[in-house]
């Protein structure tokens, strides 16, 4: 029997940019989860607050980008009086390898985390070699 | 004179030495506000009427919340799930947090339970917290 572990917040990773935002909030690094099963790849984004038509993801040469930007929420006549989090744009690129079937990328954005499927290319599946003898 | 140049001097070197310490305080210290390790990490918002927590807890279905008021407490609880994969299979890279959490939140006022309103959406939790009736402030205006 393992302990259930108990949750610890983790800080945000911010992205150190050398030109300048124009976005008046923080870029933060997703949190990421990937793995592979039955020739997919999938790719778990941490990217809570933002809404799924924010999200941009592109593909260009050989490097798949994932953008999402927030919406800074406002109260009315509230207040922040504490806060333990600032809510900020997720921006978080990867290099995919050749072997991935470009047009079968799939994304899907549920409960604050995206979820990208890479299905490798038929033709770069593993085929087994067999030695002939001779 | 001489007076008048080494005081200034003194401050010069205390300032250098001010900056020389919040230089290494915050290599050391998170980039973030420095906060509880709690997690979800939480935002509140107030005004004399009413509270809105709002809570970062991305990926638990909303079913998988729990969320209970009683009198001034506010408890958010729930578990983050690893995707099950099947034997063999093997994670490439692991960063997002999993576990049980369970977290509560007592408030400066007792809690209208039957107004308590919550929405979760895009992974942010957000509950809005009324104070009861017979607690809110009362405006009292002088006699003259």
Known sequence: MTEPKTLGLQDQEIIK???????????????????????????????????????????EKNVLNVKGYAQIPDFDNHTLVSSEYEPGDFERSFRVSDSIDREKIKANYKDGVLRLTLPRAEMAKTRKIEIKAN | MYRRYRIPSVWQEMNQMQQEMSKWLNLYSPQRMESTRAYPAINIWADEESAIIAAEIPGVPKENLEINVTGDTLSVGGERLLDEIPEGARYHRQERITGKFDRSIQLPYTVDVNKVQATYKNGILKVILPRIEAEKPKKITVKS
């Open chain 1, 17 to 59: 940019e050398e030109t300048e935002r124009t976005r008046d909030c923080h870029c933060y690094i997703p949190r990421t989860d990937i793995y592979e099963v039955n020739e997919i790849i999938h790719v778990i984004l941490d990217m809570p607050g933002i809404d799924s038509n924010a999200i941009e993801i592109t593909l």
